[in-house]
Each structure stands twice: as structure tokens, then as C-alpha cells.
């Protein structure tokens, strides 16, 4: 069974900053593309980036600039550094793994942490 666990979420006000982590088996992380997702209350769930085992990086055109991917391969981890939030980034994070390059390519992710919730307050 796929373990992803999620930490790092709370609250903050807008403008400022958290970093949300994802750790993984150390086959898990050296092995699939991973990514993180959000779905905001009422709304679709939604990509914000993925890394692939190559390395590559995605962000969602919306959110660059602001959030970035940072990994740490001693501790299996990977972490969304989350920069000048905004009320809209309200939501619950989740941490998924993908199966194939192309799932990770195509946003296909198989498996799902239980998530993170962020809240933004203005």
C-alpha cells in the first residue's frame, strides 16, 4: 500500500508563507513522479506541480513564482515551498503518486495522501 503523508499545512494570513511537506518510502520517492494537488471548498480538485524521477519540474502557469518544489533525498521528501498566499489558496493539499512518466505527464496520479488543509485569511 502507497503511503503518502502530508504535514505542514495551518493557518496563515495573506501574504505570508508555509512550506508543506510530503514524505514517502524511499521506493516510492526514487521510483514515480509525485505531485501535489489542492481542491478548494466547492471547487474541482486542481494541479499545482509535479516532479518527475528525471527531475522535471511543473507548476501550474498560475502559481509560478510563488510556489516552487524542493526535494530532500536523505529524508525521502517532498516539500511545496508556498510564497505570498492569497485567500484563493485556501484549500486542502494533496500529495499524489503517479504510475508511468505519462501518467505524471498527463496528470493521471494513482495513489493520494490524506492531505493538508491551508487556510488564507485577508
Known amino acids: 500500500q502507497v503511503q503518502l503523508a502530508e504535514s505542514g499545512g495551518g493557518s496563515v494570513q495573506a501574504g505570508g508563507s508555509l512550506r508543506l511537506s510530503c514524505a514517502a518510502s524511499?521506493?516510492?520517492?526514487?521510483?514515480?513522479?509525485l505531485g501535489w494537488f489542492r481542491q478548494a471548498p466547492g471547487k474541482e480538485r486542481e494541479g499545482v506541480a509535479t516532479?518527475?524521477?528525471?527531475?522535471?519540474?511543473r507548476v501550474a502557469d498560475a502559481l509560478k513564482g510563488r510556489f516552487t518544489l524542493s526535494r530532500d533525498n536523505a529524508r525521502n521528501t517532498l516539500y511545496l515551498q508556498m510564497n505570498t498566499l492569497k485567500p484563493e489558496d485556501t484549500a486542502m493539499y494533496y500529495c499524489a503518486q503517479a504510475m508511468t512518466a505519462a501518467d505524471c505527464y498527463y496528470i493521471k496520479f494513482r495513489y493520494w495522501g490524506q492531505g493538508t488543509r491551508v487556510t488564507v485569511s485577508s
Open positions: 516532479i518527475d524521477t528525471d527531475g522535471t519540474v
Open positions: 524511499q521506493y516510492i520517492y526514487s521510483t514515480y513522479c
